[in-house]
């Protein structure tokens, strides 16, 4: 069905994005780690139009597309908005397919595949607290049984997140702690901190170092051993571009 309707007159050109990454610059023989790209193309097949991306992931299928999607709108008018994508990756022989619906401020989504069936079920909302606005998303992750829900508010210039996933299988929970930061224009810092496995990921993400292109430095750095750190954290760096 892909090929076929990849085979359609092309109507409009979406936009077309690469990016290279590095293996660990801080350690011995820091080198090409992967090269990922995606193609897009919006369709017209009578009234209907839907988005065709095609992605390619060296690390994953270097000698060909990795996988292949189709997304659009089913309903969209001033009560609801129905959106679909529809995911097939080669190498896994299985299809994704996702369903978002949003009406009155609310957004619901279910995700579903050909090996796991219904995988994940979410919604989303603003909520108002205290003073603040904070973006609530709760969601049930079907196999693993386990509920998880996503918060993320302003405060000032900055944007803070959390999220809770509770097993509840196990009794067991997992808490990721986020932070973001605007240093200037085209500059951002990014900090999410996993407090079980002792984990901090900062990365720094300039669009301004150079026209058309963004870079992005990432340090994952492990906080078993605070006497280790500089030694112990893995540096890699991504460049990512459009045309």
Known sequence: MLYAVAMLPVAVAASNVAEVSTSNLNGNGAAFDNLKASW???????????????NYDYSTSKDSIHEASLSG???????????????????????????????????????????????????????????????????WLVKAKTARVKMMTALGE?????????????????????????LKEGQE????????????????????????ATWTATANVPLEDTSNILDAAKVTLKRSWSW
Do not use: C, W
């Open 73 to 139: 709108d089913l309903v969209d008018d001033s009560d609801m908005k129905v959106s679909y994508e529809v995911t097939r990756s080669f190498g896994k022989g299985q299809t994704d397919v996702s369903i978002t619906a949003e009406t009155s401020g609310t957004t619901l989504s279910a995700e579903y595949d050909t090996s796991e069936q219904l995988k994940e079920v979410s919604a989303h909302r603003k909520v108002d607290v205290s003073d603040r606005k904070v973006d609530v998303s709760p969601s």
């Open 40 to 54: 897009g193309k919006v369709l017209n097949i009578g009234d209907f139009k839907t988005n065709l991306k095609l």
């Open 189 to 212: 810092l990014n900090a999410v901190l996993t407090p079980k496995s002792r984990d901090l990921e900062v990365s720094l993400v300039d669009s301004a170092f150079e026209d058309g």
């Open 158 to 182: 900055d944007t803070v997140s959390a999220q809770v996933d509770y097993d509840t299988t196990s009794g067991n929970s997992e808490v990721e702690i986020g932070f973001r930061r605007k």
